[in-house]
T-cell receptor, first 113, second 114 residues
């Protein structure tokens, strides 16, 4: 049972435009959501997080939006740069279960020139 | 500062062989995790540890064992390797499970079982 879903396996965006990556979840007990970025042959690296009591968190070019009623979050990258080309994983945690992260399947973002 | 170091980076095993994937972190993190990533799939939690001497099963523990004798080291043992264990394995650590549990990952160990 996939509790965190990323339904778009890939996304292609032109440099300078906005990239929007989506994530849906089913477990209402999740209280933190995180986005990780992964380059080939490297481990995932933390990008940005949001608490379930917030609806938006911004860090430079990256903004995460959370819609709790829809159990949906999205990562916006503005403007997109070629170095943003990577696989992006959505993850969620529940502090009631030692905050273990549950990951989505990832979305491969390609930023073209 | 090395962060999380995993060895080996690549390994090919024959069915039925055993091996240990090593993981060391130098950040004095209490929490450590082992994940596996299969092609087109997300990361699945195998085992985790909340401190030295304490380990617990994750989502996919069958066929694996772990130990945590020190804060720094969290080796993952594969007994009787099977083709289904062909995967990329990631070790991770974090300082606290409160708030957003930000994990620091190693570079991964790619294992092929033939």
């Amino acid at each position: 049972d996939q509790q965190v879903k990323q339904n778009s396996p890939s996304l292609s965006v032109q440099e300078g435009r906005i990239s929007i990556l989506n994530c849906d979840y089913t477990n209402s007990m999740f209280d933190y959501f995180l986005w990780y970025k992964k380059y080939p042959a490297e481990g995932p690296t933390f990008l940005i997080s949001i608490s379930s009591i917030k609806d938006k968190n911004e860090d430079g070019r990256f903004t995460v939006f959370l819609n709790k009623s829809a159990k949906h979050l999205s990562l916006h990258i503005v403007p997109s740069q070629p170095g943003d080309s990577a696989v992006y994983f959505c993850a969620a945690s529940d502090t009631g279960t030692a905050s273990k992260l549950t990951f989505g399947t990832g979305t491969r973002l390609q930023v073209t020139l | 500062n090395a962060g999380v170091t995993q060895t080996p980076k690549f390994r090919i095993l024959k069915i039925g062989q055993s091996m240990t994937l090593q993981c060391t972190q130098d950040m004095n993190h209490n929490y450590m995790y082992w994940y596996r990533q299969d092609p087109g799939m997300g990361l699945k939690l195998i085992y985790y540890s909340v401190g030295a001497g304490i380990t617990d099963k994750g989502e996919v523990p069958n066929g694996y064992n772990v130990s945590r004798s020190t804060t720094e080291d969290f080796p993952l043992r594969l007994e009787l390797a099977a083709p289904s264990q062909t995967s990329v394995y990631f070790c991770a650590s974090s300082s606290s499970a409160s708030g957003a549990n930000v994990l620091t990952f190693g570079a991964g160990s790619r294992l092929t079982v033939l």
